[in-house]
Protein backbone atom coordinates (compact mmCIF):
# COMPACT_ATOMS: atom_id res chain seq x y z
CA UNK A 1 0.00 0.00 0.00
CA UNK A 2 1.11 3.24 -0.98
CA UNK A 3 1.01 6.02 1.63
CA UNK A 4 0.07 9.26 0.21
CA UNK A 5 0.97 12.69 1.76
CA UNK A 6 -2.31 14.56 2.26
CA UNK A 7 -2.34 18.05 3.34
CA UNK A 8 -4.97 19.02 5.60
CA UNK A 9 -5.76 22.89 4.79
CA UNK A 10 -7.66 23.53 8.26
CA UNK A 11 -4.62 22.49 10.41
CA UNK A 12 -1.77 23.35 8.20
CA UNK A 13 -0.01 20.05 9.17
CA UNK A 14 0.33 16.68 7.16
CA UNK A 15 -1.20 13.13 7.44
CA UNK A 16 0.17 10.29 5.90
CA UNK A 17 -3.33 7.36 5.54
CA UNK A 18 -3.61 5.73 1.92
CA UNK A 19 -6.68 6.58 -0.49
CA UNK A 20 -8.13 3.39 0.36
CA UNK A 21 -8.20 4.04 3.92
CA UNK A 22 -9.60 7.56 3.70
CA UNK A 23 -12.21 5.75 1.39
CA UNK A 24 -13.00 3.25 3.57
CA UNK A 25 -12.93 5.85 6.99
CA UNK A 26 -15.40 7.90 4.50
CA UNK A 27 -18.24 4.84 4.02
CA UNK A 28 -17.79 4.21 7.30
CA UNK A 29 -18.83 7.71 8.32
CA UNK A 30 -21.77 7.31 5.97
CA UNK A 31 -22.76 3.92 7.47
CA UNK A 32 -23.25 5.47 10.88
CA UNK A 33 -24.95 8.16 9.73
CA UNK A 34 -27.16 6.47 8.23
CA UNK A 35 -27.73 3.63 11.48
CA UNK A 36 -28.25 6.29 13.54
CA UNK A 37 -29.91 8.98 11.21
CA UNK A 38 -27.25 11.75 12.36
CA UNK A 39 -25.42 14.23 9.97
CA UNK A 40 -21.87 13.61 9.15
CA UNK A 41 -20.75 17.06 10.39
CA UNK A 42 -22.18 16.09 13.19
CA UNK A 43 -20.36 13.48 13.79
CA UNK A 44 -16.96 14.37 12.85
CA UNK A 45 -17.13 17.77 15.32
CA UNK A 46 -16.51 16.96 18.76
CA UNK A 47 -18.91 19.93 20.13
CA UNK A 48 -21.83 18.35 19.12
CA UNK A 49 -23.75 16.93 21.93
CA UNK A 50 -27.19 15.57 21.77
CA UNK A 51 -27.72 11.47 23.12
CA UNK A 52 -27.84 9.96 19.35
CA UNK A 53 -24.26 11.60 18.31
CA UNK A 54 -21.95 10.68 20.98
CA UNK A 55 -23.32 6.83 20.39
CA UNK A 56 -22.75 7.33 16.79
CA UNK A 57 -19.07 8.76 17.25
CA UNK A 58 -18.32 6.13 19.51
CA UNK A 59 -19.01 3.33 17.15
CA UNK A 60 -17.17 5.01 14.65
CA UNK A 61 -14.25 5.43 16.60
CA UNK A 62 -13.79 1.37 17.72
CA UNK A 63 -14.15 0.73 14.00
CA UNK A 64 -11.84 3.06 13.12
CA UNK A 65 -9.25 1.20 15.53
CA UNK A 66 -10.44 -1.78 15.44
CA UNK A 67 -10.74 -3.03 11.83
CA UNK A 68 -9.10 -0.40 9.77
CA UNK A 69 -6.69 -0.57 12.36
CA UNK A 70 -6.10 3.00 12.56
CA UNK A 71 -4.34 4.29 16.00
CA UNK A 72 -5.82 5.78 18.24
CA UNK A 73 -3.06 8.89 17.94
CA UNK A 74 -4.37 9.34 14.48
CA UNK A 75 -7.90 9.72 14.95
CA UNK A 76 -7.77 13.35 15.09
CA UNK A 77 -7.22 13.81 11.47
CA UNK A 78 -10.36 12.45 10.27
CA UNK A 79 -12.25 13.97 13.51
CA UNK A 80 -12.03 17.32 14.39
CA UNK A 81 -10.57 17.83 18.22
CA UNK A 82 -10.38 14.58 19.58
CA UNK A 83 -7.47 13.56 21.58
CA UNK A 84 -6.01 9.96 21.42
CA UNK A 85 -7.63 9.63 25.31
CA UNK A 86 -11.19 9.93 24.04
CA UNK A 87 -10.03 7.52 21.59
CA UNK A 88 -9.27 4.60 23.65
CA UNK A 89 -12.15 6.08 25.93
CA UNK A 90 -14.98 5.49 23.10
CA UNK A 91 -13.37 2.03 22.42
CA UNK A 92 -13.50 0.77 26.10
CA UNK A 93 -16.93 2.19 26.08
CA UNK A 94 -18.22 0.21 23.37
CA UNK A 95 -16.52 -2.66 24.22
CA UNK A 96 -18.51 -2.87 27.69
CA UNK A 97 -22.25 -1.77 25.88
CA UNK A 98 -21.61 -4.37 23.21
CA UNK A 99 -21.28 -6.67 25.97
CA UNK A 100 -24.66 -5.54 28.20
CA UNK A 101 -26.79 -3.84 25.60
CA UNK A 102 -28.80 -5.41 22.78
CA UNK A 103 -29.73 -2.63 21.09
CA UNK A 104 -26.32 -1.31 20.86
CA UNK A 105 -24.80 -4.42 19.53
CA UNK A 106 -28.11 -4.81 17.21
CA UNK A 107 -26.82 -1.46 15.86
CA UNK A 108 -23.08 -2.58 15.52
CA UNK A 109 -23.76 -5.36 13.34
CA UNK A 110 -26.04 -3.24 11.51
CA UNK A 111 -23.24 -0.58 10.83
CA UNK A 112 -20.27 -3.46 9.97
CA UNK A 113 -22.86 -4.81 7.49
CA UNK A 114 -23.45 -1.61 5.89
CA UNK A 115 -19.64 -0.20 6.28
CA UNK A 116 -18.52 -3.60 5.34
CA UNK A 117 -20.11 -4.16 2.10
CA UNK A 118 -18.34 -0.93 0.55
CA UNK A 119 -14.58 -2.04 2.21
CA UNK A 120 -15.31 -5.47 0.71
CA UNK A 121 -15.66 -4.20 -2.92
CA UNK A 122 -13.24 -1.79 -2.80
CA UNK A 123 -10.46 -4.38 -1.86
CA UNK A 124 -11.85 -6.87 -4.38
CA UNK A 125 -11.79 -3.64 -6.75
CA UNK A 126 -8.03 -2.89 -5.61
CA UNK A 127 -7.67 -6.56 -6.84
CA UNK A 128 -8.86 -6.22 -9.78
CA UNK A 129 -7.06 -3.20 -10.37
CA UNK A 130 -3.83 -4.92 -9.74
CA UNK A 131 -4.81 -7.78 -11.91
CA UNK A 132 -5.58 -5.27 -15.12
CA UNK A 133 -2.18 -3.49 -14.72
CA UNK A 134 -0.20 -7.06 -14.25
CA UNK A 135 -2.17 -8.18 -18.09
CA UNK A 136 -1.31 -4.71 -19.21
CA UNK A 137 2.63 -5.54 -18.26
CA UNK A 138 2.42 -8.52 -20.12
CA UNK A 139 0.99 -7.22 -22.99
CA UNK A 140 3.47 -4.54 -23.70
CA UNK A 141 6.08 -7.33 -23.36
CA UNK A 142 4.26 -9.43 -26.13
CA UNK A 143 4.35 -6.49 -28.09
CA UNK A 144 8.36 -6.06 -27.87
CA UNK A 145 9.21 -9.36 -28.67
CA UNK A 146 6.53 -9.19 -31.28
CA UNK A 147 8.22 -6.39 -32.53
CA UNK A 148 11.68 -7.85 -32.26
CA UNK A 149 10.82 -10.49 -34.24
CA UNK A 150 9.30 -8.27 -36.81
CA UNK A 151 12.57 -6.23 -36.92
CA UNK A 152 14.39 -9.79 -37.77
CA UNK A 153 12.47 -11.00 -40.53
Known sequence: MILKMIKNKKKKKIMYHSKITHKKVDRAIEAVCEVYGVERNHVLNVRCR??????????????????????????????????????????????????????????????????????????QLDIKKKEILEMQKEVRELLKKIKKDDKRI
Open 50 to 123: PRPIPDARRMLVHYMHNHLYIKHYHMKDFIDNLCHSTSIYHCRKLDFFLQREKDTKRKYLKFREVAGEFNDKLE
